[in-house]
């Protein structure tokens, strides 16, 4: 699976709209990118997933750009509650594929008031 | 629907002691898996299973064994807890094997050896 590359930490206002990037330069064809966070003491959550195009459900939006070596996680009005340490992760699917989940470092998005 | 539930919830053992850590989904998964976190770390695969009567070893196996009762459930076992063991074990279930589906987390159980 690819290696991605997230920011260590970031910091948002309460309201505005909360951008996480992912760079993820060796990802191939058949490699989705996933985003999970983690809520303090809590098991991780899944948020959403995509392979090329963008993508948008009740919780956040996923572009990922025409090259598909980056993307960026949108959470269009953070709250307090979006406090978390955001996973971006690069996964394959097919035969071959274990199903594991490769978490690295992620990024610690503090909403503040 | 409880998803995935997992206990106990806290553990603290001496070293050389064992236990056994429950983890059930009520999701009718086929796939379920356990990973460890330790402090300031991502989460790290023990084993997995990709479907009932299946099990294999992740990233870092030594030291624990899983038993896949049936589908519901994924139990891991340490024979002799070492301190090193001391984490945040997170149980998780997906849909299939081998595909871009999503893995569902339990609370996790925080376990500590003394």
């Known amino acids: 699976d690819a290696k991605t590359t997230q920011p260590t930490s970031m910091d948002c206002a309460e309201g505005r709209a909360a951008n996480l990037p992912c760079n993820h330069s060796?990802?191939?064809?058949?490699?989705?990118v996933y985003w999970y966070r983690q809520i303090h003491s809590q098991g991780p959550q899944y948020i959403i997933h995509g392979l090329k195009n963008n993508e948008t459900n009740e919780m956040a939006s996923l572009i990922i750009t025409e090259d598909r070596k980056s993307s960026t996680l949108i959470l269009p009005h953070a709250t307090l509650r979006d406090t978390a340490v955001y996973y971006c992760i690069v996964r394959a699917r097919g035969s071959s594929n274990t199903g594991k989940l490769i978490f690295g470092q992620g990024t610690t998005l503090q909403v503040k008031p | 629907n409880a998803g995935v539930t997992q206990t106990p919830k806290f553990q603290v053992l001496k070293t050389g002691q064992s236990m056994t850590l429950q983890c059930a989904q009520d999701m009718n998964h086929n796939s379920m898996y356990w990973y460890r976190q330790d402090p300031g770390m991502g989460l790290r695969l023990i084993y997995y299973s990709a479907s009932e009567g299946t099990t294999d070893k992740g990233e870092v196996p030594n030291g624990y064994n899983v038993s896949r009762l049936n589908k519901r459930e994924f139990s891991l076992r340490l024979e002799s807890a070492a301190p090193s063991q001391t984490s945040v074990y997170f149980c998780?279930?997906?849909?299939?094997?081998?595909?871009?589906?999503?893995?569902?987390f339990g609370p996790g159980t925080r376990l500590t050896v003394l």
């Open positions: 998780a279930s997906s849909e299939g094997w081998g595909l871009a589906d999503t893995q569902y």
């Open positions: 060796t990802i191939s064809g058949n490699e989705y």
